[in-house]
């Protein structure tokens, strides 16, 4: 994702202690500190939802890692969000076995009934949508990744219902 | 080894999967067989499960096909050989039409364990990780609950089953990326690095995850060790139809009857994977050309349908194996749009690293949209058979390009006529026959 008119910050956070505690299992089960700037970063995004500038900040303070290093890493990989996301965020597959299966079509549907287009999120904040590549169910095409679930075969008279459930899950 | 013995499986990969959704657990494994072949390993020193692997023949299961005991055996041994040695399953499936690997991983997860653990007492390796996509959320959990039900019965930590072998297994989840699937790649990955592939040599097998020797092979690459162990090198060569040794997971997708997967021999010809396994073409749909091996590899045609799927014979065609999960094109979905498609993904998971990749493939994607828009020039094409030769072996750094433009190089071969149409009609073809609105006819 790409980030408009950033502005370096010197803002920092405080990680709550479940936080603290998951990192440092993370730094107790490995030798080097670098090996879990990873899996740091993926905790912070299970309890924050994004990675925010001021987290990275934090985490390098707290595992005294070199800032760049880890911004390098957190703009590298599709999966650290840097930018605020919708309580649900959906995955539809983009990969060609889904498209061989009208995969594009099921996402213009989805992107027509949210109103928003790839890589936004909704006004209400339920949901983001973010398009990957490949999910590996390819025989079970198209199919859709959201609060880790899969859904497969899907069909565009089926998306309301499936939409419906993830805001019934959401507001649990 | 003791191959009359015992019941020889003609399927050993999948012969532990049953409609029981608990059959990935360890009682259920270690009834139908599981662990036995690390039982059988750790009677043996390394070096002879060494030749036992060098005799099967097996070859990597991630797409190269490189000889497993061949690659093996440049891990340096003895006892002044560098500590700690590791050993990586690469479980980062993510090539596109690729999902073979889901399977194994959520099915048998024990059985990959049991691969890894093999894999490390064979070359005297203390670490192995499982480096496992992250949005395979059942096959996470599940592995992370298998190695817990290995520590608690000896099979991972110290003195496995009394052998004196000391093995730890760590699994980390990707934050997803492409390339993390070249090894090199993904050992910068683990060591919490962008995941731009090494410069070879030094080879991981000499100076790998933080600098020591270090093993990265495919989910089913692991999952053949414990069988090789169990019923001999032998019983493995004698499995396949071809030359290569062994079964193989094969996969199809696209407009089959019913699209999956299926154990069979290595040597298996193409059509019938696609005809009898696969059902064949839905109603209405023709075959108009498909990729045998996933999203990387060359097309191939009707025509091509008697080749076995066998490295070297694919080859022979001018195309790859690879994953050996087929993409199957139908007539009536462009392939332009499919070309279109694969450069988008090979564009946007390129690491940026060389110039061939991160800005040839981008170009080709500019110019194939343009071409599908209806906007296309001849000149175009000439193009995009330039960028083709930019992004040829030699020219980059890994291999992620020159697999890249393979889809589209031979489009531009075998498809040429559908191209020049888009440019002379400027506009698609198949934009009005493209039966995109719904998967209804399944």
């Not at chain 1, 390098?60 to 599709?78: G, R």
């Not at chain 2, 992370?144 to 760590?170: Q, V």
């Not at chain 2, 009857?257 to 193409?270: A, N, S, V």
């Not at chain 2, 999203?295 to 070297?312: R, V």
């Amino acid at each position: 994702m790409t980030l408009q008119n950033q502005i370096p910050t010197n803002e920092i956070v405080e990680f709550s202690d479940v936080e603290k505690a998951q990192i440092d299992k993370l730094l107790l089960e490995n030798p080097h500190i670098s090996g879990v700037s990873i899996d740091a970063l993926k905790i912070i995004q299970n309890h924050r939802s994004w990675v925010s500038d001021a987290c990275i900040l934090s985490l390098s303070q707290y595992l005294d890692l070199p800032l760049s290093d880890l911004e390098s890493v957190a703009t590298f990989y599709n999966l650290i969000f840097r930018q605020p996301v919708g309580k649900v965020v959906l995955h539809p597959c983009d990969g060609i076995s889904c498209d061989l299966m009208g995969g594009e079509h099921i996402r213009k549907c989805l992107s027509n009934k949210l109103e928003i287009n790839n890589g936004q999120t909704t006004k209400d904040n339920q949901f983001t949508l973010i398009s990957l590549p490949c999910l590996g169910a390819c025989d079970k095409a198209p199919v859709m990744i959201a609060n880790e679930t899969l859904f497969e075969l899907i069909q565009e008279k089926n998306l309301p219902l499936i939409i419906n459930n993830l805001k019934e899950a959401i507001s649990k | 080894m003791n191959s009359k013995q015992k019941n020889c499986p003609k399927k050993p990969l999948t012969r532990f999967i049953t409609d029981d959704d608990n059959c990935w657990q360890l009682n259920q494994y270690k009834s139908f067989g599981g662990y036995e072949g690390l039982q059988q390993a750790l009677t043996l020193s390394g070096s002879a499960v060494l030749d036992e692997i060098k005799e099967s023949n097996l070859r990597g299961r991630g797409g190269a096909g490189f000889p497993t005991g061949l690659k093996w055996s440049f891990v340096p041994q003895g006892d002044d050989a560098p500590h700690p040695k590791y050993m990586i399953v690469n479980a980062d499936e993510m090539e596109p039409g690729a999902f073979k690997d889901r399977l194994l991983l959520e099915k048998t997860p024990h059985q990959i364990i049991e691969g890894l653990i093999i894999g490390g007492y064979t070359l005297d390796a203390d670490i192995g990780y499982i480096f496992i996509r992250g949005d395979y959320y059942t096959a996470i959990e599940r592995i992370e609950l298998a190695l817990k039900e290995c520590y608690n019965n000896n099979l991972l930590g110290r003195n496995i089953l009394g052998s004196g072998f000391n093995f730890e297994i760590h699994i980390h989840t990707s934050a997803g990326r492409y390339i993390c699937g070249e090894e090199t790649a993904l050992i910068n990955s683990l060591e919490g690095k962008r995941a731009n592939p090494r410069a070879k040599p030094p080879f991981p097998q000499v100076a790998g995850l933080w600098g020591k020797p270090t093993i990265v092979n495919n989910v089913e690459t692991f999952c053949n060790l414990p069988h090789i162990l169990n019923f001999g090198a032998t019983w493995f060569k004698s499995l396949g139809r071809f030359k290569d040794a062994g079964t193989k997971i094969f996969g199809v997708s696209g407009r089959v009857k019913t699209p999956g997967l299926w154990e069979l021999p290595m040597g298996t010809p193409i059509g019938e994977i696609i005809e009898n396994y696969a059902g064949g073409m839905c109603d209405g749909y023709k075959l108009k050309g498909y990729l045998p091996g996933g999203g990387s590899t060359d097309f191939l045609l009707e025509k091509h349908l008697d080749t076995p799927m066998d490295y070297d014979e694919i080859g022979k065609q001018r195309s790859r194996m690879g994953t050996g999960t087929i993409i199957v094109l139908d007539d009536k979905y462009c392939p332009v749009a499919m070309v279109l498609n694969l450069v988008k993904f090979f564009a946007q998971e390129s690491c940026g690293w060389c110039t061939p990749c991160r800005d040839g493939l981008p170009w080709a994607a500019v110019l194939l949209e343009k071409i599908e828009q209806g906007k296309g020039e001849l000149a175009d094409i000439q193009q995009l058979e330039d960028l083709c030769k930019f992004a040829a072996p030699g020219n980059t750094f890994c291999a992620l390009a020159p697999g890249a433009v393979e889809p589209l190089q031979s489009a531009l071969v075998f498809f040429r006529v559908d191209f020049e149409q888009h440019i002379e009609q400027q506009s698609c073809p198949y934009c009005n026959s493209d039966n995109l609105e719904d998967g209804d006819d399944k």
